[in-house]
């Protein structure tokens, strides 16, 4: 059966879950599946999302103690399903709907056959639009909800996972719902259903302030004021919690107006910088070390408002720290260095140059502070050293060649020995904002070999987990951020569109723009995942996703991508790339490892072993998969053993993945087939 086939059969019949199971046939008819362990089984494979459930797994879901002729019964549910489901199916024609494979069963329906995946995909969809466009988006989602997702079973062990997970997004799309009517001028809309919101669920804060905030929009201070107070006391009564310091902060503007309903033109924000800017030019000496502190951290907040403002910290940080080494106080060069605790996601650094410098300089301080020097302020030069260590950041000479057994690089020992002891000394200072510097440190360090993205995965729920406790904006965004690259590696697209829609809401409300570079890369790569059979969804895709690069001030990131995104249907089609539509490109950093493979594309297989021969192996870092991967197909084709014996072991520790996609930008293909051509030639 094609894959256009499987589709076709898939959409054809609809199912439901966000309520009591259900099934209705192409014409929007009931389909009567049978009884409740019919509809269990129909569920059961639902919730496994297209993959194959074994016939044991079933059985063990189903009863808690098996009865004797259970693996019968669940094979007697399955075929009446099956008859109900495809009712045209001829007899002993294989099923193109609920197939029989391996051990066990699969359910396909195609991508918007199921309530519960519809309902995901618009709320991610609703994160792209603009406010008033978003919230009829996730109004008409939220009408598919008729009840508890899987409400016949709500007792299964089995459901307790995606119920949980569907609840929460549904949580979250009452939320957004509503700040995007605030934000579009409707607020008094917004007010019924969150007042309904907070009093179901008294533990969500951002309820209550979305809340207090359509209040306050419609007029009403006096309601939002008290809202604002019985969230505290609901808050410490239940949770023994203060309130955030999004609630805390919405407070005092709601008092302040209270308290001054005539200042209707409220001061704005360039002239409160203007007025602080004079003050300070004006009581602090223009020598002072203070100004330099000030500066690093005014550097620190601008690399967070966009292009233009990192290229800029960027270009005056080295500066910075130069002039504080120069003035002898190795405190104060310390505390220089460590304020730029910048979220960093990306594992190739900007400026190499700049990013060797800096770690250079803050050992030469490590070595110069006094013994009686703040802990924090050494962990923070120690978190300094493991971020703009990252990839082979360090590696001033030649690096170490792929056809070569790997080699101990002391810059990569120093780099991740500095992240572990940055991470220790916060853990024992209890330092919120100095444990998510050094857990930045440690995820940057996590890329030592293929396949630890179930690492980084941990690393970005520690930081989100963190950041929510303490308020902290920036690691909140890189943790989820971390966490959509990690989600799609392990393959779980469901976790990482809700941590990518999470993203867009923080970029919003926080002015962060950099990070939705980082989404919407993210959603080109969940549009091959998804479809791999439809390039013109994936090349629309990724063209948005390319415009972004131009102007995002990120060459680390940026350069050579858009060509990848080109090579890569063609690998994936097992293909070699000919000459003629790559002419010209831009490879950047991943010439090296492109290169066999255009070579061998271009009919010019000596010289492909030769660039295989010489070519460095790839850095550690997000690409590193990818690129080996590049290296293995390239030395199957050739017969290079060497190279393809390095390759397949590099690779092993991803064997179940697709190639790249921890990355969240692109995908080779799952690795396994890699493995499979490096195998045959390096004797793997």
């Given at each position: 059966?094609?894959?256009?086939?499987?589709?076709?059969?898939?959409?054809?019949?609809?199912?439901?879950?966000?309520?009591?199971?259900?099934?209705?046939?192409?014409?929007?008819?009931?389909?009567?599946?049978?009884?409740?362990?019919?509809?269990?089984?129909?569920?059961?494979?639902?919730?496994?999302?297209?993959?194959?459930?074994?016939?044991?797994?079933?059985?063990?879901?189903?009863?808690?103690?098996?009865?004797?002729?259970?693996?019968?019964?669940?094979?007697?549910?399955?075929?009446?399903?099956?008859?109900?489901?495809?009712?045209?199916?001829?007899?002993?024609?294989?099923?193109?709907?609920?197939?029989?494979?391996?051990?066990?069963?699969?359910?396909?329906?195609?991508?918007?056959?199921?309530?519960?995946?519809?309902?995901?995909?618009?709320?991610?969809?609703?994160?792209?639009?603009?406010?008033?466009?978003?919230?009829?988006?996730?109004?008409?989602?939220?009408?598919?909800?008729?009840?508890?997702?899987?409400?016949?079973?709500?007792?299964?062990?089995?459901?307790?996972?995606?119920?949980?997970?569907?609840?929460?997004?549904?949580?979250?799309?009452?939320?957004?719902?509503?700040?995007?009517?605030?934000?579009?001028?409707?607020?008094?809309?917004?007010?019924?259903?969150?007042?309904?919101?907070?009093?179901?669920?008294?533990?969500?804060?951002?309820?209550?302030?979305?809340?207090?905030?359509?209040?306050?929009?419609?007029?009403?201070?006096?309601?939002?004021?008290?809202?604002?107070?019985?969230?505290?006391?609901?808050?410490?009564?239940?949770?023994?919690?203060?309130?955030?310091?999004?609630?805390?902060?919405?407070?005092?503007?709601?008092?302040?107006?209270?308290?001054?309903?005539?200042?209707?033109?409220?001061?704005?924000?360039?002239?409160?910088?203007?007025?602080?800017?004079?003050?300070?030019?004006?009581?602090?000496?223009?020598?002072?070390?203070?100004?330099?502190?000030?500066?690093?951290?005014?550097?620190?907040?601008?690399?967070?408002?966009?292009?233009?403002?990192?290229?800029?910290?960027?270009?005056?940080?080295?500066?910075?720290?130069?002039?504080?080494?120069?003035?002898?106080?190795?405190?104060?060069?310390?505390?220089?260095?460590g304020v730029y605790d910048v979220p960093a996601v990306w594992s190739r650094v900007d400026d190499a140059d700049a990013a060797r410098a800096v770690v250079k300089a803050a050992e030469r301080v490590l070595a110069r502070l006094?013994?009686?020097?703040?802990?924090?302020?050494?962990?923070?030069?120690?978190?300094?050293?493991?971020?703009?260590?990252?990839?082979?950041?360090?590696?001033?000479?030649?690096?170490?060649r792929a056809a070569a057994p790997p080699a101990r690089e002391p810059w990569r020992r120093r780099a991740a020995q500095a992240a572990a002891e940055a991470e220790a000394a916060a853990r024992r200072l209890h330092d919120a904002?100095?444990?998510?510097?050094?857990?930045?440190?440690?995820?940057?360090?996590?890329?030592?070999?293929?396949?630890?993205?179930?690492?980084?995965?941990?690393?970005?729920?520690?930081?989100?987990?963190?950041?929510?406790?303490?308020?902290?904006?920036?690691?909140?965004?890189?943790?989820?951020?971390?966490?959509?690259?990690?989600?799609?590696?392990?393959?779980?697209?469901?976790?990482?569109?809700?941590?990518?829609?999470?993203?867009?809401?923080?970029?919003?409300?926080?002015?962060?723009?950099?990070?939705?570079?980082?989404?919407?890369?993210?959603?080109?790569?969940?549009?091959?995942?998804?479809?791999?059979?439809?390039?013109?969804?994936?090349?629309?895709?990724?063209?948005?996703?390319?415009?972004?690069?131009?102007?995002?001030?990120?060459?680390?990131?940026?350069?050579?991508?858009?060509?990848?995104?080109?090579?890569?249907?063609?690998?994936?089609?097992?293909?070699?790339?000919?000459?003629?539509?790559?002419?010209?490109?831009?490879?950047?950093?991943?010439?090296?490892?492109?290169?066999?493979?255009?070579?061998?594309?271009?009919?010019?297989?000596?010289?492909?072993?030769?660039?295989?021969?010489?070519?460095?192996?790839?850095?550690?870092?997000?690409?590193?998969?990818?690129?080996?991967?590049?290296?293995?197909?390239?030395?199957?084709?050739?017969?290079?053993?060497?190279?393809?014996?390095?390759?397949?072991?590099?690779?092993?520790?991803?064997?179940?993945?697709?190639?790249?996609?921890?990355?969240?930008?692109?995908?080779?293909?799952?690795?396994?087939?890699?493995?499979?051509?490096?195998?045959?030639?390096?004797?793997?």
């Open positions: 059966m094609s894959p256009t086939e499987a589709a076709e059969a898939g959409e054809a019949v609809r199912f439901a879950v966000l309520g009591p199971v259900g099934c209705e046939d192409g014409q929007g008819r009931p389909v009567r599946l049978g009884g409740p362990r019919h509809r269990e089984v129909v569920a059961r494979l639902l919730v496994a999302r297209r993959r194959v459930v074994p016939v044991d797994r079933l059985v063990a879901d189903l009863w808690e103690e098996p009865p004797p002729g259970a693996v019968g019964a669940v094979r007697t549910f399955v075929a009446e399903v099956r008859r109900a489901v495809e009712p045209g199916r001829r007899p002993r024609a294989p099923s193109r709907l609920l197939a029989t494979e391996g051990p066990g069963y699969v359910l396909r329906p195609g991508p918007g056959a199921v309530d519960a995946w519809r309902f995901e995909a618009e709320v991610a969809r609703a994160a792209a639009l603009a406010p008033a466009e978003a919230a009829p988006v996730l109004d008409a989602a939220l009408a598919t909800w008729r009840g508890p997702a899987y409400a016949d079973f709500p007792a299964a062990p089995w459901a307790s996972a995606d119920r949980a997970r569907l609840t929460e997004l549904r949580l979250h799309a009452v939320e957004r719902r509503a700040d995007a009517l605030i934000r579009s001028g409707a607020a008094r809309e917004a007010v019924w259903d969150l007042d309904a919101h907070v009093a179901e669920h008294p533990w969500r804060e951002d309820g209550w302030q979305l809340l207090a905030t359509a209040l306050h929009r419609s007029g009403r201070q006096g309601d939002a004021l008290t809202v604002l107070r019985r969230a505290r006391q609901v808050l410490a009564d239940q949770l023994g919690a203060d309130p955030g310091p999004g609630l805390a902060r919405l407070e005092r503007e709601v008092l302040l107006q209270a308290d001054h309903p005539e200042a209707v033109a409220p001061v704005t924000g360039d002239e409160v910088w203007s007025r602080a800017a004079a003050a300070y030019e004006g009581a602090v000496p223009a020598r002072s070390p203070a100004r330099l502190e000030a500066t690093a951290g005014l550097l620190r907040e601008l690399a967070v408002t966009g292009a233009g403002g990192l290229g800029a910290a960027r270009q005056h940080r080295a500066a910075a720290v130069a002039a504080a080494e120069r003035t002898g106080d190795a405190e104060l060069a310390a505390r220089v260095i006094p013994g009686d020097a703040p802990e924090t302020v050494r962990a923070r030069l120690l978190a300094s050293v493991a971020v703009e260590s990252r990839g082979d950041a360090l590696a001033e000479g030649a690096v170490e904002a100095l444990l998510a510097f050094a857990l930045n440190g440690t995820f940057l360090q996590s890329f030592s070999r293929c396949g630890l993205a179930a690492r980084r995965d941990a690393v970005g729920a520690e930081l989100v987990e963190l950041a929510r406790a303490h308020g902290l904006v920036g690691p909140e965004v890189l943790g989820r951020l971390i966490r959509v690259q990690a989600l799609a590696g392990l393959g779980d697209l469901a976790g990482a569109d809700l941590q990518a829609t999470a993203v867009d809401r923080l970029a919003d409300r926080y002015e962060r723009p950099l990070a939705r570079v980082f989404t919407t890369w993210y959603r080109a790569l969940r549009t091959t995942l998804a479809d791999p059979s439809d390039p013109a969804a994936e090349e629309t895709a990724y063209a948005e996703a390319v415009a972004l690069l131009a102007g995002c001030g990120m060459p680390g990131f940026a350069t050579g991508l858009p060509a990848l995104t080109r090579l890569a249907p063609v690998v994936r089609s097992g293909a070699l790339p000919e000459p003629e539509p790559f002419a010209g490109a831009d490879w950047g950093p991943y010439a090296p490892w492109v290169r066999p493979l255009l070579l061998l594309g271009a009919d010019r297989p000596d010289d492909a072993r030769e660039a295989l021969r010489t070519a460095p192996r790839p850095p550690h870092d997000h690409m590193a998969e990818a690129m080996w991967c590049l290296l293995a197909r390239a030395a199957a084709r050739t017969g290079e053993p060497r190279v393809a014996a390095r390759a397949a072991a590099e690779l092993a520790p991803a064997r179940g993945r697709q190639a790249g996609a921890a990355s969240g930008l692109l995908t080779f293909g799952p690795v396994a087939g890699y493995l499979a051509e490096a195998g045959a030639v390096g004797g793997a």
